[in-house]
């Protein structure tokens, strides 16, 4: 009887060191098998249980990330510069590609769900900020506050070039980059406001110069109705222009008495 629980005792302990040494690889990952001897194998593991008594596996997240580069200082065409830029980098990782170019670079960096993501220092240090340098450089701050998408593709197509160069199995798949802020040298800052001003005040000159030109049209078209009245009204009754309009100068000047008297007022004309 002793014998059969020592036994299971001993299955047990050796279930729970086997289960100890495993390393789960998650799904959306991929794991990269480092050797008892440090060497690296450049070939993935697909997700699931490994045995890692001997050599260890280091589960890489390959999904959609996000990543922040802050405080950038880039100058623009006319060498004045741009202040505290901020920019966001949305991309994933080719799992194929992942385990060469950890092979290559050694960078890794740890996220808080327990998984490892590689390359990340690279971009946020180096390519995002030189991206950004030459995106800038190519136009001047009026340009790329205008067109601030624009500005974004740039700066990723140029990631995009800068990682192809430096690495010929790029991992990085960059889906989209954008720029929610950045500020104007105060002086160019002066300069924008003016300007801003300037336009809003034009605009209204120019909303003011097409409401009087509607006016003028109003009383044009106003003028050409009472003529055709006029006109109209001197052929039917035979009675020449100028007739009918003394006529229509006693009649409202007979409506006028009236109305503030009460009374029923005559009014000759002579």
């Given at each position: 009887?002793?014998?059969?629980?020592?036994?299971?005792?001993?299955?047990?302990?050796?279930?729970?060191?086997?289960?100890?040494?495993?390393?789960?690889?998650?799904?959306?990952?991929?794991?990269?098998?480092?050797?008892?001897?440090?060497?690296?194998?450049?070939?993935?593991?697909?997700?699931?249980?490994y045995l890692s008594l001997v050599d260890s596996y280091?589960?890489?997240?390959?999904?959609?990330?996000?990543?922040?580069?802050?405080?950038?200082?880039?100058?623009?065409?006319?060498?004045?510069?741009?202040?505290?830029?901020?920019?966001?980098?949305?991309?994933?990782?080719?799992?194929?590609?992942?385990?060469?170019?950890?092979?290559?670079?050694?960078?890794?960096?740890?996220?808080?769900?327990?998984?490892?993501?590689?390359?990340?220092?690279?971009?946020?240090?180096?390519?995002?900020?030189?991206?950004?340098?030459?995106?800038?450089?190519?136009?001047?701050?009026?340009?790329?506050?205008?067109?601030?998408?624009?500005?974004?593709?740039?700066?990723?197509?140029?990631?995009?070039?800068?990682?192809?160069?430096?690495?010929?199995?790029?991992?990085?798949?960059?889906?989209?980059?954008?720029?929610?802020?950045?500020?104007?040298?105060?002086?160019?800052?002066?300069?924008v406001n003016a300007k801003a001003g300037y336009l809003?005040?034009?605009?209204?000159?120019?909303?003011?110069?097409?409401?009087?030109?509607?006016?003028?049209?109003?009383?044009?078209?106003?003028?050409?109705?009472?003529?055709?009245?006029?006109?109209?009204?001197?052929?039917?009754?035979?009675?020449?222009?100028?007739?009918?309009?003394?006529?229509?100068?006693?009649?409202?000047?007979?409506?006028?008495?009236?109305?503030?008297?009460?009374?029923?007022?005559?009014?000759?004309?002579?």
């Amino acid at each position: 009887m002793k014998a059969k629980q020592t036994g299971k005792t001993l299955l047990a302990v050796a279930a729970l060191a086997i289960l100890s040494g495993c390393t789960r690889i998650p799904t959306g990952s991929i794991g990269v098998q480092q050797h008892f001897d440090g060497t690296i194998d450049s070939a993935s593991v697909s997700p699931g249980m490994y045995l890692s008594l001997v050599d260890s596996y280091l589960p890489i997240d390959t999904t959609m990330t996000r990543a922040g580069v802050h405080n950038l200082q880039p100058k623009d065409a006319n060498g004045v510069p741009l202040k505290n830029v901020h920019v966001v980098i949305t991309f994933r990782l080719d799992p194929s590609k992942v385990a060469a170019f950890y092979v290559k670079t050694k960078e890794l960096d740890p996220e808080p769900n327990g998984l490892y993501i590689t390359g990340l220092k690279i971009l946020q240090e180096s390519v995002i900020p030189y991206a950004v340098q030459l995106a800038t450089e190519k136009s001047d701050l009026a340009t790329i506050s205008a067109h601030l998408g624009d500005y974004a593709e740039t700066i990723r197509q140029v990631s995009v070039n800068r990682l192809n160069q430096l690495y010929p199995d790029n991992p990085f798949i960059i889906q989209s980059v954008t720029v929610p802020n950045f500020e104007l040298p105060e002086s160019i800052q002066r300069q924008v406001n003016a300007k801003a001003g300037y336009l809003a005040e034009l605009q209204t000159i120019e909303a003011q110069k097409q409401v009087v030109e509607q006016k003028q049209m109003l009383l044009q078209e106003q003028a050409t109705v009472s003529a055709n009245a006029l006109a109209q009204a001197a052929h039917a009754t035979g009675l020449s222009v100028e007739q009918v309009i003394a006529w229509e100068r006693v009649a409202a000047l007979k409506a006028l008495a009236g109305s503030k008297t009460g009374a029923t007022v005559m009014v000759l004309d002579k």
